[in-house]
């Protein structure tokens, strides 16, 4: 066998085993593409009457949406950067599986409306796409082996694509269809052609997945690229020993209108409480709608307010080096947001091909086992 033979069969086999799995992702991934545009036609709940009030304070948001979830943990509380928005409350538990947010009037404090983050349609496309609707050990092992193939598929397909001969580029990048054309040969095109013009961003959208799949790789990409810093999610803990009892108010409970005052261009704060007396305070500042990569993951001392910084990646934006910036970025190019509604746009119809190649494969492989 030739070394093309070779990577030929190799690419048959891995296609027909990853076929299905390759589909269902690329088609849930073009779903969730404009998940945010499609969710803002029908989320008036989330605005409200504008009044010339203080807003509740996070403790008393907490306090309110605990009576709603007892016996649930408060992930966090998301306090947007305008006096029209409600104040969202996030509960999420990893065992039994819990993610829901209570919606208040940031005035009254009264309770509007109450979101099952784990039940709907893009809750449906979500699991399809993280873990094709299986058990989740099971299911995101599938789908992170499944893409890992996929990206050997692309690259495989690339060079079964070159042509042995300079004079027959031209066949393998243009649509040269006939009334005489056979069906086979129109598939052969679909795949190959297609496949070829869509390679080089189908191995993005494959690369930042598996990094969203798999720490190891995570931390290969950064370290490579010159990290220097834990690429990791780390709380850091308090600077004071002892809690504070004089005090009448709260600290965390003047953290966001002091965020307010040093960062009054952001979108939203995200205040997250500590979840023993040791540890800080976090508070992610979004500074742009609809992206992640440039928010500022702030840590402050729960008794003193005293700022904190975090050895990790995710800390300030604007101390972030080239390696963290990367790392930052991989969820915005992964789902095109990093380039707004064009690359959102481009990510879909990526996607959307991505999902063609299986189907155009597995024909081209039955045409030629089932010539008949």
């Known amino acids: 066998m030739s070394l093309r033979k070779k990577i030929l069969t190799l690419h048959k086999i891995i296609g027909l085993l990853t076929g299905v799995v390759v589909f269902i992702v690329a088609v849930t991934g073009c779903c969730w593409a404009f998940r945010d545009e499609i969710e803002s036609l029908y989320d008036d709940y989330k605005f409200v009457t504008p009044q010339d009030k203080l807003i509740i304070t996070p403790t008393k948001a907490k306090e309110i949406a605990m009576e709603v979830f007892p016996n649930n943990t408060v992930h966090g509380t998301l306090f947007k950067n305008s006096k029209s928005n409600a104040v969202e409350v996030i509960f999420y538990d990893a065992e039994p599986e819990f993610y829901q947010s209570v919606f208040l009037n940031p005035y009254s404090g009264e309770i509007i409306q109450v979101d099952n983050h784990l039940s709907g349609f893009f809750a449906?496309?979500?699991?399809?796409?993280?873990?094709?609707?299986?058990?989740?050990?099971?299911?995101?092992?599938?789908?992170?082996?499944?893409?890992?193939?996929?990206?050997?598929?692309?690259?495989?397909?690339f060079i079964l694509w070159w042509p042995k001969k300079g004079k027959n580029v031209k066949?393998?990048?243009t649509f040269d269809w006939k009334s005489t054309t056979r069906w086979k040969r129109k598939?052969?095109?679909?795949?190959?052609?297609?496949?070829?013009?869509?390679?080089?961003?189908a191995i993005v959208i494959g690369f930042t997945g598996s990094v969203i799949s798999y720490d190891w790789l995570k931390y290969v990409v950064y370290i490579s690229t010159g990290g220097d810093k834990v690429p990791a999610f780390i709380i850091p803990e308090n600077n004071s020993k002892e809690v504070t009892s004089a005090y009448y108010v709260k600290p965390i409970d003047g953290l966001i209108e002091k965020l307010k005052k040093e960062s009054p261009e952001a979108e939203s704060y995200e205040l997250h409480y500590p979840e023993s007396d040791t540890l800080s305070v976090y508070v992610e500042v979004s500074n742009s709608k609809g992206l992640y990569y440039d928010s500022d993951y702030r840590f402050f001392d729960q008794n003193t307010l005293e700022e904190i910084e975090t050895p990790a990646v995710f800390g300030k934006y604007k101390d972030a080096k080239l390696a963290d910036k990367i790392i930052r970025m991989n969820y915005d190019i992964h789902v095109g947001a990093i380039g707004g509604i064009a690359g959102k746009i481009i990510a879909f119809l990526v996607s959307l091909i991505i999902a063609t190649l299986p189907v155009t494969g597995v024909l081209l492989w039955y045409g030629r086992n089932y010539k008949k």
Do not use: A
Request: glycine share 10%; aromatic share 14%.
């Open 187 to 201: 598939n052969f095109d679909l795949h190959t052609i297609v496949g070829f013009y869509i390679c080089s961003l």
């Open 171 to 173: 066949q393998r990048i």
């Open 124 to 157: 449906f496309i979500l699991k399809g796409h993280l873990r094709l609707w299986l058990p989740k050990d099971i299911g995101e092992q599938v789908v992170g082996v499944s893409v890992l193939l996929f990206i050997f598929m692309i690259i495989s397909g």
